[in-house]
């Protein structure tokens, strides 16, 4: 079976230091991955997807940058973090070409102070 | 107008009561339809994909009405267990899923 696994669960940084959050997904090959953000009482925002290794799609402009060095593990940085970008972010993937269903990560918990 | 709309609740039920959630979308085009559910500072976790025809899962029942662009899910004999909050999703195709705020349910004893 599919297991995506996301790290750390809880972050805390300091404005301005920079941010690596890492995801695997084990037990599929080619999945679809995201990256979203969801700030307090509010909904999930789409970061990034990627469809394959090296293919970023961005969909809202941003402090943040993501890579997929390889099939199974999608990575969302940040050179220097802002205190907005303190939220839950939750990484996903799926199969096939869109529209499917998600599986999430647990989620890293990232406040900036 | 945001593309996915919930009443955000909270919906406070005793044990055992039937409580429905509604959600509209905007998008005439959007393909696929879920339900998630989300606990406090957890991920959201797939509850059920709604059909057009209508379908159900034990105690739960989600509809489609593509023509109103409205989705409903129902939850029968509700338990305490269910308290969480409902995420309505909506894919457009492509890679853009959109999920609602999401509405809050507690289930008291």
């Known amino acids: 079976s599919q297991t995506i696994h996301q790290w750390p669960a809880t972050l805390v940084q300091p404005v301005g230091s920079p941010l690596s959050l890492e995801c695997t997904v084990e037990?599929?090959?080619?999945?679809?991955l995201y990256w979203y953000r969801q700030a307090a009482g509010r909904g999930l925002q789409l970061l990034f997807y990627?469809?394959?290794?090296?293919?970023i799609s961005s969909e809202v402009p941003q402090n943040l940058s993501a890579s997929r060095p390889q099939d199974r593990q999608f990575i969302l940085s940040s050179k220097k973090l802002l205190l907005s970008d303190s939220g839950f972010y939750l990484c996903a993937w799926s199969a096939g070409t869109g529209g499917e269903k998600l599986f999430f990560g647990s989620g890293t918990q990232l406040s900036v102070l | 107008r945001k593309e996915v709309e919930q009443d955000p609740g909270p919906f406070n039920v005793p044990e055992g009561a039937t409580v429905a959630f509604n959600c509209t979308y905007s998008n005439s085009a959007s393909q696929s339809f879920f339900w998630y559910r989300q606990d406090c500072r957890k991920e959201p976790k797939l509850l059920m994909s709604v059909y057009s025809s209508g379908n159900e899962d034990g105690r739960f029942t989600a509809q489609l009405n593509r023509a109103s662009q409205y989705i409903s899910l129902l939850i029968r004999d509700s338990k305490l267990s269910d308290s969480a909050t409902y995420l309505c999703v909506v894919a457009r195709g492509g890679f853009k899923t959109i999920f609602g705020a999401g509405t809050r349910l507690f289930v008291k004893a």
């Open positions: 990627s469809v394959g290794i090296g293919q």
């Open positions: 037990g599929t090959s080619n999945p679809n």
